[in-house]
């Protein structure tokens, strides 16, 4: 088809058993339940979490002083939301909102949730769930309109390039990660079978924000991992700083990941690698870049010497302004700040639908304030043709 506006980040905040129900069997009763409360309304028992309550689109569409997600009116309820019902449905909601496609990010109740399980092949077993019923149910309704992002497990490097190949046979364009592929929080050189295979089988591969976000009970580490794993181990008592931590200091929510990744000599052994941080908005990105150079200059001699920190082949601003692709939503002034200072071929616009951010039906209007003054060939890369080229798709 011809593409005339794509949302970069939007979402699918569908009901967990819509998936579940391919969890095999042994498994099934550690895999997302939906329960019906007092109240008449739903919510989704897993294991390990607590119970978390399908939240209602309903505010979709209304005026910022009306809407009432948390407290919807009699009769209004999470199955007549938006964003929630077939493919079908989902074809209507963007033809209203004026988009043609959407690349679409799993929703709330999702990857961070299902690490509950703690039983690795019950877990795997929900995570593969999804990314059938993701593809095979979903996205194969309308493959031009309905971009899937799969999902890759946080267990080890093996369950990682196999969920991804598996990602890559049943038609998936598009995988997120929510942690390094050998499972750490830090990257090292057993994540690269992933990395290798990333770009050998062609995958855009995406962070939805940050690893972790949202922040989900047992889901999540109970303390902060440390940033990297330095050649030197040094004695805690002198208290030398993370210097990664430092480098990433001017940065916002995935940059961190980038930046571990920078210094973990990702993109200098894989340099057809790319990834793609969504929502973040994009006018901060280049003030960081600048920043990160100033401290690396700073900082990059004590810290080979100290830590064992090996000095980068290029500058970091480098690494961030030719491997880093960037989503934003409403941000006129970020497009404004990225036209000036990092340019506009990696940036990416984003509906968001059907979370809080949105502004569904009302994209149009959205993309008028931001691309204000803009020519038209920038425009169609932001919405349009970086989409295209980053997740292979045939802009007809």
Known sequence: MKYHC????????????????????????RAPKV?????????????????????SNISCGLPYEERRPFDPLPGENYENSPGTGSPKQRLR???????????????????????GIRNDEAYKSVVRAYNDWLAEEYCS???????????????????AVAELQHCKRIGLKAVAIDNFPAGNRQP??????????????????????????????RGQPAVAAPSFKYAKQTDPEHHVPDVIERFN????????????????????????????????????????LDQMD??????????????????????????????????????PIGVRIARQELGVDKVMWANDFPHLESDWPNSRRVLAENFAGVGEDEIWKMTVGNAVNYFHLADG
């Open 141 to 159: 309704f309308s493959p031009e309109r309905l971009i899937g992002v799969g999902v890759i497990p946080i267990t080890n490097i093996g369950d």
């Open 249 to 288: 200091k001017y940065g916002f929510r995935g940059s961190k990941q980038v930046v571990q990744m920078i210094w973990g000599g990702v993109f200098d052994r894989f340099p057809k690698l790319n990834i793609y941080v969504a929502e973040v908005q994009i006018g901060w990105v280049p003030n960081w």
């Open 294 to 331: 100033n401290e690396y200059g700073r900082q990059q001699y004590w810290a080979e010497r100290v830590l064992g920190l090996p000095r980068l082949k290029r500058m970091p601003s480098e690494y961030g302004r030719e491997y880093v692709h960037w989503g934003f939503n409403r941000n």
């Open 6 to 29: 794509i949302s970069a980040d939007s979402h699918l905040e569908i009901r967990p058993d819509r998936y579940a129900k391919r969890v095999p069997e042994k498994f099934r009763d």
């Open 93 to 115: 909601e963007q033809d209203q909102d004026g988009v043609d496609a959407e690349v679409l990010f799993p929703g709330n109740v999702g990857p961070g949730f299902w690490r």
């Open 188 to 217: 090292t050189a057993a994540d690269d079978p992933f990395w290798a295979a990333v770009v050998d089988l062609q995958m855009a591969l995406t962070i939805h924000v940050e690893f972790g976000f949202p922040r989900r009970g």
């Open 35 to 55: 329960i019906t409360l007092e109240d008449g309304s739903l919510a989704v028992l897993q294991e390990g979490q607590p119970l978390e309550r399908l939240i």
